[in-house]
């Protein structure tokens, strides 16, 4: 099994350990990951909000780089799954607006076909539930406050087959890996940083944060578990801001990437804004014993 990895604009430039975490989880879980030259996704809550056929031409651009290697793409973060994911289905769909999109991309020297899937690393780790138990070497024990984030389960078509008002796919993941789901008022809510959210009105994002965050903080986490860079970034950096919180915050490859045995400074999970000490030391433990 092989993919492109989509690593996305915060992964690939602020948050350089989620996208290495990545890569060790997939390599032991015997994934293969391409590279290929990408640009941003774009953003879904900026780009198709102002020029929709900008917005497609850049995703066209993006997903035409994986088809020359006939392999689907694989995101790890909800805004970039969502933006190459609407483009994809909508050019797939429409044959007109594919010539349309290929006149452009002419320009360039590229063409898209829609021979390709995007799919999201979360889907993709739910089909191997074997793979990860056979690679666990430690059951981390952490209580996580689970964050799914807006793109991922929105539109609701995109996931047919989940329930998407009470989802379990990531629950039911770090339960593989000795973590316990914490319980908390309005989980499905948003972080506060999407749709342009984060950099048109500050004020605003930090205050959908900080309802979001004081009810994840009533169920006395070890940490906040995301499965997406920029909600990842808000809960991080947003806490800083606030002033009123210290949960550390993980991203789901982190997470098992310390299930399979990997140091947390090799998974640079100390390079967090909210410190991650308590979790490294929960960890040491783990290996003592």
């Not at 090799?266 to 804004?273: D, M, N, Q, S």
């Amino acid at each position: 099994m092989r993919f492109s990895l989509f690593p996305g604009c915060i992964a690939k430039n602020m948050y350089a350990s989620i996208e290495k975490s990545t890569r060790f989880v997939f390599d032991r879980l015997g994934i293969e990951l391409l590279d290929h030259r990408y640009t941003c996704c774009p953003a879904p809550g900026v780009f198709r909000g102002y020029d929709i056929d900008t917005w497609l031409t850049l995703g066209a651009r993006n997903l035409a780089e994986a088809e020359r290697d006939h392999v689907d793409v694989l995101t790890i973060c909800n805004g970039c799954y969502g933006s190459l994911f609407g483009s994809n289905h909508i050019l797939q769909e429409d044959p007109e607006k594919r010539e349309e999109i290929n006149e452009i991309l002419k320009e360039v020297g590229k063409q898209y076909n829609g021979t390709i899937q995007v799919v999201h690393f979360a889907d993709v780790l739910s089909q191997l539930h074997e793979r990860i138990l056979e690679q666990k070497m430690y059951d981390l024990g952490l209580r996580l406050a689970v964050h799914y984030g807006c793109h991922y389960l929105r539109p609701s078509h995109h996931h047919e087959s989940m329930n998407v008002e009470n989802p379990r796919i990531v629950e039911d993941i770090i339960e593989l890996v000795g973590c316990e789901p914490v319980e908390f008022k309005n989980r499905l809510s948003c972080c506060g940083a999407g749709g342009g959210v984060w950099s048109g009105d500050e004020q605003v994002a930090l205050d959908v944060l900080e309802e979001k965050l004081t009810f994840m903080s009533e169920g006395e986490p070890d940490a906040i578990l995301n499965i997406c860079p920029f909600c990842h970034l808000q809960f991080d950096q947003g806490q800083k801001k606030l002033q009123k919180f210290q949960i550390p915050v993980l991203h789901l490859n982190q997470v098992l990437g310390l299930a399979f045995g990997e140091r947390p400074k090799k998974l640079a999970i100390h390079t967090h804004l909210v410190t991650t000490r308590e979790i490294e030391r929960k960890v040491k433990k783990l290996k003592k014993k």
